[in-house]
């Protein structure tokens, strides 16, 4: 017979019991990861590269929730974060209503990718509830959000088809 595995290991080595609050978080922090590396796959040049900058953020949180206590550039991260919202919001159109997911496949995963990470935001604050987590890293999921939503309303000038860019007419930047 196999022996049940109930517990898991933290950084450091601790164990904790499998269904505790910190891995449906350090689970949700994994699948956000995921769902940014399928929406990069449909991507290219600045886009991708950002892409790519989210998930190494969210591995960095990752691993601070599991007690690595040396990730320490949260607020940088945050203020790069916020330079990128900037730049996207004045490219986005504006939107009026509830948003349907369905325009094009990189859209939708966009808005998956945002769903998963607000879903870990209410898991990272009610673990924040139990252990010390750092109001930056908050902070950035919640900002994170908003960004990928930027994302997938401008998915269009993002998307890689057949290896050319479809770029539509988008907003000028307000000035």
Not at 64 to 73: C, E, K, M, P, R
Request: aromatic share 8%; hydrophobic share 45%; glycine share 6%.
């Amino acid at each position: 017979m196999i022996k049940q595995v109930t517990e898991s290991v933290l950084f450091g080595g601790r164990k904790r019991g499998k269904d505790e609050l910190i891995f449906a978080a350090l689970g949700d922090l994994d699948e956000a990861s995921c769902f940014l590396g399928s929406a990069r796959v449909l991507t290219r040049g600045e886009i991708n590269k950002i892409l790519l900058q989210l998930q190494q953020d969210l591995g960095q949180m990752a691993a601070l929730i599991a007690g690595d206590q040396s990730v320490t550039n949260l607020d940088q991260r945050l203020a790069w974060l916020e330079d990128q919202i900037k730049k996207f919001q004045a490219q986005a159109p504006e939107t009026k209503g509830f948003v349907f997911a369905g325009r094009n496949e990189l859209e939708v995963r966009f808005h998956l990718a945002r769903v998963v990470v607000r879903r870990l935001e209410r898991q990272v604050v009610a673990l924040s509830r139990k252990q010390a987590v750092p109001e930056s890293l908050l902070n950035y999921l919640n900002r994170l959000s908003w960004l990928l939503f930027l994302f997938a309303a401008t998915a269009d000038a993002f998307l890689v088809c057949d290896g050319q860019t479809n770029l539509p007419k988008l907003r000028s930047p307000k000035q």
